[in-house]
């Protein structure tokens, strides 16, 4: 079961990621855009799962590199990866921290910051590799 200070240390690992407090709850960001938040569920994502019991907390939200990547993801998602309804045309997904698996969860996080570094970045992260 991964947990939020998994998701820091693993993000962190990251070129020039730094976490921050976004409405009293941790996220990080690489160069002023977040690219993994905590993320709660509102009244209305719960309302939403009716009789269905909604995925455990925590949750994070991790972004995608657009839709087309979003619905590949979710094609065949790792375990512990979905989607809400609130994210409809949204280019993120969620994961259930206690569902991912550690090797899931570190692919997550580096797509999610590759999605969101800067380009100079991202070459510099894989060594002047496009």
Partial sequence: MATLDDVAKL???LPEVVETDYRDRRAWSVR???FAWERPFSKADIKRYGDEVPPELPVLGVRTDGLVEKEAIL???PPGVF???HFNGYAGVLVELGRISGDDLRDVLLDAWLAMA???LVDRHR???G
């Fill in 11 to 13: 993000a962190l690992a």
């Fill in 32 to 34: 002023g855009k977040t």
């Fill in 75 to 77: 094609a065949d998602p």
């Fill in 83 to 85: 989607h809400i309804p």
């Fill in 118 to 120: 800067p380009q100079e």
């Fill in 127 to 129: 060594g002047g590799q």
